[in-house]
């Protein structure tokens, strides 16, 4: 009797590190055909972790830029008092 693979079930659950709390995010369950596994354990996957990191620090980079927009205002202000009083 022979065996052979026929798929894999993949469930990758990510951790999340904000700086202040780890989150755990599990990935929806991915069914591999066992003739595609090769590829997508080295190119497939890679490339999709990648993607998701960049999407992440999009979301970072416009919270960031959401904060400085915040503080922008008050940064006039006073820039403006200043130069008011010069």
């Known amino acids: ?3 052979r693979l026929l798929k894999v079930f993949v469930q990758p659950v990510f951790v999340l590190d904000d ?3 780890l ?3 599990q990935h929806p369950p991915t069914v591999i055909p066992a003739a595609e596994w090769p590829t997508y354990s080295s190119e497939r996957f890679p490339r999709e972790v990648a993607e998701w ?3 992440l620090d ?3 980079d ?3 830029a959401s904060v400085t927009s915040l503080r922008s205002p008050e940064r006039a ?3 403006g008092q200043a130069g008011g009083s010069t």
Do not use: H, I
């Open 58 to 60: 999009a979301e970072n």
């Open 77 to 79: 202000q006073t820039g």
């Open 1 to 3: 009797m022979t065996v």
């Open 19 to 21: 700086g202040e709390e």
């Open 62 to 64: 416009e919270a960031a």
């Open 53 to 55: 990191q960049e999407k």
């Open 23 to 25: 989150t755990e995010v």
